[in-house]
């Protein structure tokens, strides 16, 4: 994974007000932390850094206020808004080349299960350890012919070359599971439909007490 080249500013105004101001500016607020060094308050273009994180783990690499040395950071935590899910603010860590550090790479999962079945991902990112300038992206849980019954651990999980596992082994990554019949699915259905008319006898009482009282009042 190459690089990705990024320009920020420090930033000496904080609070809510500043962000806003920052934001309006189509910048993000930033705090660059860690090997020691004390958290420096920058700025991100909005767009640069948006198109950034669409690569997972993206390595950037950061020059602030045009000083000639530049600074390797990753994400990794990224605030977005909860409508527009722009994003709103950024915690980068430091990271140095050659070391190794723990990331979330998230689960894609490829190839058909056996007819009749239902694939579903228990475990939507795993953790690995890998070397900070190759840090994998993603990793591929392949269910091609899977049966039910059939369970995927993390354990079981190939993971990109270079990366080992941190998460549990035993965490659940994919389950495949039997299809649903069309009667049982109705059955089930009729079920929550039942379930849903029941009223329990206080709820009937105290909707009929309010009533008598929304009545005297009247």
């Known amino acids: 994974m190459s690089d990705i080249k990024l320009e920020a500013e420090s930033r000496t105004e904080f609070g809510k007000g500043a962000a806003r101001r920052i934001r309006r500016a189509d910048k993000v607020p930033a705090v660059l932390y860690g090997h020691g060094e004390d958290p420096r308050h920058i700025t991100l273009n909005g767009h640069a850094i948006m198109m950034a994180l669409k690569t997972p783990n993206a390595l950037l690499e950061l020059t602030v206020d045009g000083a000639k040395d530049t600074t390797l950071a990753i994400a990794k935590d990224v605030q977005r808004h909860p409508v527009t899910y722009l994003i ?21 999962v490829t190839g058909e299960a056996a007819p009749g079945t239902l694939v579903s991902v228990d475990a939507q990112t795993l953790t690995v350890e890998a070397e900070a300038t ?83 009042e009247d």
């Open 88 to 108: 709103e603010h950024v915690d980068l860590i430091i990271v140095r080349r050659g070391e190794r550090v723990e990331v979330d790479i998230p689960v894609h």
């Open 134 to 216: 190759n840090l994998p992206e993603s990793v591929e849980v392949d269910v091609e012919g899977r049966e039910p019954g059939d369970h995927i651990y993390a354990a079981d999980v190939v993971l990109p070359k270079g990366s080992t596992l941190v998460t549990d082994g035993e965490q659940l990554v994919v389950n495949v599971s039997a299809e649903l019949s069309q009667e049982q699915l109705e059955a089930e259905l009729e079920s929550d439909a039942v379930e849903g008319d029941a009223v329990p006898a206080t709820e009937e009482s105290g909707s009929d007490a309010e009533s008598e009282s929304e009545d005297s």
